[in-house]
């Protein structure tokens, strides 16, 4: 006789309890036990319980394979789903092993479990964990099938229905609830408001919504979106800091002169001078943004006429007291004379014109590209990969799943609400066709060298530009996001012809490659794994894009982008085409409505909130590896996690405006609003 003794833990969400009864059959490779009931009474209702069961048999089993968990479909108490973390089975000999679970059951649903060490498709010699293998991943591509939202965009989930997502990809309760309530919250606010389709009256009437008040940094911009400095500023730490490079040679289509910018440089100076590389170690003091990528984009038409979106060009100086400041601004891609160079001697209100037409198109890049597709998308189709191809045993499956938590459900809630048809992102400047094209573009545009940070950096030669807090916080997650997946895929894949050999691997790459990336070789993006340092350099990025990315794109949203003239997402007027004809009142009548500054802000406020169930970078509450080695390796990361922090608010506190968006303690570990 074999007693092999169960430990089931309930998760500690809320309703994860249930009173049902549960059902355990376990493989083992010489017997198989029998269907035994764990309790006759069921598990109380009680969340982050842990009960001990046993299941005794006449022979021994052998080496565990397989656990089969049943929740029973004829119990007479209400129907209630419940949530099991995991069990530990300790087996006759004394031998704990871990069964990781993590999901939700049904009555009368079941799950084969597998325990042990995490194993590549070729580890497994059993035929009937092969078997079993080759099943879960064969159900998990019928229910997670690859859909096309639109010619030329990522794939995403072929799930429409908020309401019909799986429970295992799903919200929490909390979350769910807290969601809704965020919502409701936002239509009240808005309803009292009574927001009406008329232009403000003056910039004072925009800052009477208590929303801003809840940031410290959005009250800053309100009192400082009109200054060059806090313009520059913006480039570097503000919600979109991925848009700014190194300028050593103008483009042939903007044609700034010396004479125009001499006399915002350093005295004696020359913009020839400023542009070039004076040390070894630093580039020149000139910096560009150029917006190419919104020009004859589709627009909005009202009252009969297309709504304004410029494809501007923006210089900018970094002036011998650190500042980076605007120099001169041109609205759109085609020199002429109706397409003046703005400068910041001009009229005040030419020059504020000039900049919010650049915040604009800054905005729009900030929402739409830097955050929902180069983010959300892209994180949906790793999501995607990782559910479809890499069965739970699998060490990156174990890796990467915690990353991956929520952003299937948040994504299909985006296309149902924001830009699906009659979403909110299509009330913007750019209708659905003009969002559509430029999401398109956003992804052919898309480099491996763009998403992999250090190498971005450098691409945009932005290595020694002082204060920039986006860069410093970045670079050293990256840095310790790669150490930790460096020890992680070295424990599993001990040579590269281990990773060359990993089918299931091999599969994973492979569809991210063709639905995330639509088979664009000239993107770098790679379509196969040949070297151990090749899969640690996109886990990496896999992993600080589901996190530190879309922490410092979303998160500075609201703060940034919540005071409408920082930031507009819609725009009335044309561009101005000649100059000392603008006013601040033909600058009100340009920015949006009240009715599309509260739905706006209404958005971007709901999007950068933190939820109760918020996970921090480097949490993993659901345990999924066994292994003591790799547990020490979570450990040393979130040590090193836990010294930038530290480091980060040692810095903050010396700041008039703390840049907190990378501190791994305010992150959350995945994409998840």
Not at 287 to 305: A, C, N, Q, S
Request: glycine share 6%; hydrophobic share 40%; proline share 5%.
């Amino acid at each position: 006789m074999a007693v092999y003794t169960l430990e089931v833990s309930t998760g500690s969400m809320l309703h994860a309890g249930t009173f049902d009864n549960l059902y355990v059959t376990l493989t083992g490779t010489e017997k198989q036990s029998e269907r035994t009931q764990l309790t006759s009474s069921g598990l109380d209702d009680e969340t982050g319980k842990v009960g001990t069961y046993s299941v005794t048999t006449l022979f021994y089993l052998g080496c565990l394979l397989l656990l089969k968990l049943e929740k029973d479909p004829f119990h007479e108490s209400p129907e209630k789903d419940w949530f099991c973390s995991k069990i530990v089975v300790k087996t006759p000999e004394q031998e704990e092993i871990l069964f990781p679970c993590h999901r939700w059951l049904s009555r009368g649903d079941f799950v084969l479990l597998r325990g042990g060490r995490a194993t590549k498709a070729s580890e497994d010699l059993h035929p009937r964990l092969v078997e079993q293998r080759k099943k879960e991943l064969v159900q998990q591509k019928l229910r997670y099938e690859w859909h096309e939202h639109a010619d030329g965009m990522s794939y995403n989930v072929n799930i429409n229905d908020p309401k019909a997502v799986p429970a295992e990809i799903g919200f929490s309760f909390s979350k769910a609830f807290q969601f809704e309530y965020l919502r409701k919250i936002a239509s009240a606010e808005l309803r009292k408001k009574d927001l009406t389709a008329e232009p403000w009256e003056n910039f004072e009437a925009m800052k009477r919504f208590s929303w801003l008040k809840q940031s410290s940094v959005a009250e800053y911009v309100v009192q400082h979106w009109k200054d060059d400095d806090f313009f520059g500023y913006q480039f570097l730490n503000g919600a979109n800091p991925f848009m700014i490079q190194h300028c050593s040679k103008l483009p042939s289509n903007f044609r700034v002169t010396e004479e125009m910018v001499k006399p915002f440089l350093a005295s004696g100076s020359s913009l020839t001078v400023e542009m070039k590389c004076l040390y070894i170690l630093q580039k020149g003091n000139i910096f560009i943004t150029d917006y190419k990528i919104m020009e004859h984009l589709p627009t909005r038409v009202t009252d009969g006429k297309p709504v304004a979106l410029t494809a501007a060009l923006c210089l900018l100086y970094l002036n011998p007291e650190k500042k980076l400041l605007p120099i001169a601004i041109q609205l759109s891609q085609q020199p002429s004379e109706e397409n003046p160079i703005f400068l910041p001697s001009d009229l005040e209100s030419d020059w504020l014109l000039a900049k919010t037409f650049v915040r604009h198109a800054d905005g729009l890049y900030s929402v739409l590209i830097s955050h929902l597709q180069n983010t959300h998308l892209l994180a949906e189709v790793f999501a995607m990969a990782t559910l479809r191809n890499l069965p739970m045993i699998h060490p990156l499956h174990k890796l990467l799943i915690p990353h991956h938590r929520y952003t299937l459900h948040i994504n299909i809630y985006a296309r149902a609400l924001l830009y699906g048809p009659g979403g909110i992102l299509g009330k913007t400047s750019l209708d659905i066709d003009g969002l559509t094209e430029l999401l398109r573009r956003g992804v052919s545009q898309t480099t491996y060298t763009s998403l992999c940070l250090p190498e971005n950096i450098a691409a945009r030669g932005l290595d020694s530009i002082p204060n920039f807090y986006y860069r410093d916080d970045a670079l050293r997650l990256w840095s310790i996001i790669s150490s930790f997946v460096k020890a992680v895929v070295a424990y599993y894949y001990q040579s590269d012809s281990e990773v060359s050999s990993d089918s299931e691997l091999q599969e994973w790459i492979n569809e991210i490659f063709y639905y995330g990336f639509l088979g664009n070789r000239d993107s770098g993006i790679p379509s196969s794994f040949q070297t151990v340092a090749e899969l640690i350099k996109f886990i990496t990025m896999v992993i600080f894009t589901s996190s530190a990315q879309h922490a410092a794109s979303s998160q500075a949203q609201f703060a940034f982008l919540g005071y409408i003239p920082n930031g507009p997402l819609l725009l009335y007027n044309e561009p101005p085409t000649t100059k000392g004809q603008s006013s601040m009142d033909a600058i009100l009548a340009t920015l949006p409505d009240k009715s599309f500054t509260g739905l706006s802000m209404s958005l971007l406020w709901q999007v950068s909130r933190k939820y109760d169930d918020f996970v921090p970078l480097g949490t993993y509450p659901q345990q999924r590896f066994g292994e003591p080695a790799v547990l020490q390796m979570i450990e040393d990361f979130q040590t090193e996690l836990s010294s930038l922090s530290i480091a980060i608010s040692k810095r903050n506190s010396e700041m008039e405006l703390p840049y907190n968006y990378l501190n791994p303690k305010e992150m959350e570990n995945s994409v998840t609003s």
